[in-house]
Structure formats: structure tokens, C-alpha cells
């Protein structure tokens, strides 16, 4: 069996995480413990992150043609990899909590949206809260006036009884 047959199902893999994924962030694990490493990927799987390992060729192979492409000049030394398949900012705003316990891992770049950005706008993504929250808090903040509304109304009804 020639070696690109044993490459082209690992290419195909990256490939198949990369069309459905919102986001992709390499980083640098160098230095990491396995208890960390395990921990890093628990926490990453909990949030639907897919996280891997993969060999910095087979990941130029697969970014080539893809909106990803331009994470290639970026794949030098020990890379991982984290495809954000449900939420685009779960894979940044988690590393960003784990760098903040295991400083030996760093940011290299990311893709979110279509979008790239480099170590230091990868960690500016990162503090964005979940769709989730942002949704949450946009409809208590048009919530409040009208929950005050609705109170001070009463207020002036049993004041009028």
C-alpha cells in the first residue's frame, strides 16, 4: 500500500470536521502534562469542541481550498487542532480558560466565521460569551424597561384604589 493511500483517510477526516466546523483555533501544546492534556480535552469535548492531533502536512492538505487556508502559515512545530462544530466561539473561549490554569499552552491562530485572526485577536475572540448568553442577555435587557413599566403601573393603580 503506496503512503499517500494511508494519508488520504486522515486528510479526508480533517476535511470532513473542517466543512461542518464554525471554527478552527491551532495551538501549541508543548509542555504540557497528560493530566493537563486530558483534562484540556474533556473540557473541550463537554462543549462539542473536537480536538485533535494531527501532522502540520495533513492539515495544509486539508485547508487547502477552504475557507481554513490561511491557518497554513501558521502549522510550524507541535500543533493541535479545535473545530467549533456547534458554537463558533466555544473552541477559543475554552483554551482561553485552560491557558489561564496551564500557561504552557498558546494560541497560534484561528478561523471564526470565515474570518482570520491571529494568536492575539484569537485571544480578544475568546471573551466572547455563547450565543447562548448573548441571546439571554439581550432579552432580559428588553425585559427590564417593561418589567419596570409594568410595576410602576401597578404602583399608581393601588395608589388609585
Given amino acids: 500500500m503506496a503512503k499517500v493511500e ?27 502534562t497528560v493530566a493537563e492534556d486530558t483534562e484540556l480535552r474533556r473540557k473541550l469535548r463537554e462543549s ?5 492531533v494531527y501532522k ?12 481554513f487556508e ?32 496551564m500557561p504552557k499552552l498558546e494560541f497560534k491562530s484561528g478561523v471564526v466565521e470565515g474570518t482570520y485572526y491571529d494568536s492575539k485577536r484569537i485571544q480578544v475572540i475568546a471573551t ?3 450565543r447562548e448568553v448573548l441571546i439571554s442577555r439581550l432579552l432580559g435587557s428588553i425585559q427590564a424597561p417593561i418589567a419596570n413599566l409594568a410595576r410602576v403601573l401597578k404602583q399608581i393603580a393601588e395608589k388609585a384604589a
Avoid at 462539542?48 to 485533535?52: A, E, L, N, P, T
Avoid at 502540520?56 to 475557507?67: C, I, S
Fill in 6 to 32: 494511508l494519508k488520504q483517510p486522515i486528510i479526508e477526516e480533517i476535511k470532513g470536521y473542517a466543512q461542518n466546523a464554525k471554527a478552527v483555533v491551532l495551538v501549541d501544546y508543548r509542555g504540557l
Fill in 48 to 52: 462539542g469542541v473536537v480536538y485533535k
Fill in 56 to 67: 502540520n502536512t495533513y492539515l495544509n492538505f486539508a485547508f487547502k481550498g477552504t475557507e
Fill in 70 to 101: 490561511e491557518l497554513s502559515k501558521d502549522l510550524q512545530g507541535p500543533t493541535a487542532v479545535a473545530f467549533g462544530i456547534d458554537d463558533a466561539t466555544a473552541p477559543a473561549r475554552i483554551i482561553n480558560d485552560m491557558i489561564k490554569k
Fill in 128 to 130: 466572547i460569551p455563547s
